[in-house]
């Protein structure tokens, strides 16, 4: 399965990093927060077939490129990493959402035929 995650670019730590962090991540402690930050560990991951994770990850990306904060993406595959741009994400978000509108209509296609 595919992983999707994110990093900052930077690992010195800023107050506006924290701000946003804090907002998706409000129980995790701001020192945890920072050793994330300094060490250049994920900030947040989904898996490559969550929809919603997706979303969220486009979320803290929208909130941190507010902040003027540079991110790193990439998709972690069971060989090798790959990096991906804010282009992709949105285009796997689209799709996503392009797929479940269609279920909904075959379902209710289904429906109406019984």
Request: hydrophobic fraction near 30%; glycine fraction near 6%.
């Amino acid at each position: 399965m595919n992983i999707f995650e994110l990093r900052l670019a930077d690992t010195t730590v800023s107050p506006s990093m924290i701000k946003v962090l804090r907002k998706y991540f409000p129980n995790t402690p701001i020192g945890e927060l920072k050793r994330t930050i300094e060490s250049n560990d994920v900030i947040f991951s989904c898996s490559g077939g969550s929809y919603d994770g997706k979303k969220l990850m486009m979320k803290i990306i929208k909130s941190l490129n507010h902040e003027g904060i540079q991110i790193k993406l990439c998709e972690q595959t069971e060989n090798n990493t790959y990096p991906l741009t804010i282009k992709d994400l949105q285009s796997f978000i689209n799709r996503g959402r392009a797929i479940g509108k269609q279920v909904v209509e075959d379902i209710e296609n289904e429906t109406e035929k019984n």
